[in-house]
């Protein structure tokens, strides 16, 4: 199938990185349904794309931490286009504090939306990608990997998000379903209170990991990169 062709859902799709990645994804000719909390976040994003693009493109509020919300979301999608094609399992948030400083309620939002969110969309998206031999992509963390002091429930999120996403690979490859998890660094965009700007130009930007998820859906069927760390190649303090 050509990737003009395809649909995808993205949870998290009004800023960030997954808006970067739901731009890539149309000017690749795609249909694409972004998630988030809001109306008014998700008429923001949609009010940003260009006319010509606006038919090729759906938001729905939708709440990751919420079964219902996501089998929701799902429905819209198929009801307007049919079929999913690509899953972006991208919503997430930050707490950082030390274990002293770290209350229940950030470590059960932090785990809610960036463990249990993302299970809830593979759940209820599951039957749609069966279909199509579609793609679930979660975008994880190099937190997933590396911990680090006031991480504790950022790093616990991300090291089970990617211990998710390879088990389920393993789980779902023998139907033809791809599973990657993207594990950036830092990347220029509203996380954790973040206002993107100049001084951020270091960084990753959005588009960029929305050039490599459209690299990834352009592989050949039978190659998986299934675990792919992404960094700025030239951090603050860097000789050049
Ligand atoms: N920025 C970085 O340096 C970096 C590095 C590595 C990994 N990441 C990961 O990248 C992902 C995207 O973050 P970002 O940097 O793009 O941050 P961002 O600019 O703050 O965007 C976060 C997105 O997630 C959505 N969201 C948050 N909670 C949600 C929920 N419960 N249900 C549905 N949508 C929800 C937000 O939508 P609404 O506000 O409209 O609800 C927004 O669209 C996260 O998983 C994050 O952990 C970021």
Same mark, same amino acid.
Request: proline share 4%.
């Given at each position: 199938?050509?990737?003009?062709?395809?649909?995808?859902?993205?949870?998290?799709?009004?800023?960030?990185?997954?808006?970067?990645?739901?731009?890539?994804?149309?000017?690749?000719?795609?249909?694409?349904?972004?998630?988030?909390?809001?109306?008014?976040?998700?008429?923001?994003?949609?009010?940003?794309?260009?006319?010509?693009?606006?038919?090729?493109?759906?938001?729905?509020?939708?709440?990751?931490?919420?079964?219902?919300?996501?089998?929701?979301?799902?429905?819209?999608?198929?009801?307007?286009? +049919?079929?999913?094609?690509? &899953?972006?399992?991208? %919503? !997430?948030?930050?707490? #950082? =504090?030390?274990?002293?400083?770290?209350? @229940?309620?950030?470590?059960?939002?932090?785990?809610?939306?960036?463990?249990?969110?993302?299970?809830?969309?593979?759940?209820?998206?599951?039957?749609?990608?069966?279909?199509?031999? +579609?793609?679930?992509?979660? &975008?994880?963390?190099? %937190? !997933?990997?590396?911990? #680090? =002091?006031?991480?504790?429930?950022?790093? @616990?999120?991300?090291?089970?998000?990617?211990?998710?996403?390879?088990?389920?690979?393993?789980?779902?490859?023998?139907?033809?379903?791809?599973?990657?998890?993207?594990?950036?660094?830092?990347?220029?965009?509203?996380?954790?209170?973040?206002?993107?700007?100049?001084?951020? =130009?270091?960084?990753?930007?959005?588009?960029?990991?929305?050039?490599?998820?459209?690299?990834?859906?352009?592989?050949?069927?039978?190659?998986?990169?299934?675990?792919?760390?992404?960094?700025?190649?030239?951090?603050?303090?860097?000789?050049?």
């Amino acid at each position: 199938m050509k990737i003009q062709d395809k649909i995808a859902l993205i949870t998290g799709g009004t800023k960030g990185i997954g808006l970067g990645i739901a731009e890539s994804m149309l000017e690749e000719g795609m249909k694409v349904a972004i998630t988030g909390r809001s109306q008014d976040s998700i008429d923001k994003a949609l009010s940003g794309f260009p006319e010509n693009q606006r038919p090729n493109i759906i938001g729905v509020v939708a709440d990751v931490t919420s079964m219902e919300d996501m089998q929701s979301a799902v429905g819209q999608t198929v009801n307007k286009w +049919g079929q999913i094609d690509v &899953v972006i399992a991208n %919503a !997430g948030v930050g707490h #950082f =504090a030390s274990i002293e400083d770290l209350t @229940a309620d950030q470590w059960k939002q932090t785990i809610d939306i960036n463990l249990t969110g993302v299970f809830n969309t593979v759940k209820t998206s599951l039957d749609a990608i069966k279909k199509t031999e +579609g793609y679930f992509i979660t &975008v994880a963390s190099l %937190a !997933g990997t590396n911990f #680090f =002091a006031k991480g504790a429930a950022y790093n @616990a999120s991300k090291f089970g998000l990617v211990g998710f996403t390879q088990a389920m690979m393993l789980d779902l490859r023998q139907y033809g379903i791809k599973c990657s998890t993207i594990m950036p660094g830092s990347v220029s965009t509203h996380f954790n209170n973040n206002t993107p700007s100049d001084s951020g =130009a270091w960084k990753i930007q959005p588009e960029d990991i929305g050039q490599m998820t459209i690299d990834l859906l352009k592989m050949h069927p039978r190659t998986l990169p299934s675990k792919i760390e992404v960094r700025p190649t030239m951090p603050p303090g860097s000789k050049k």
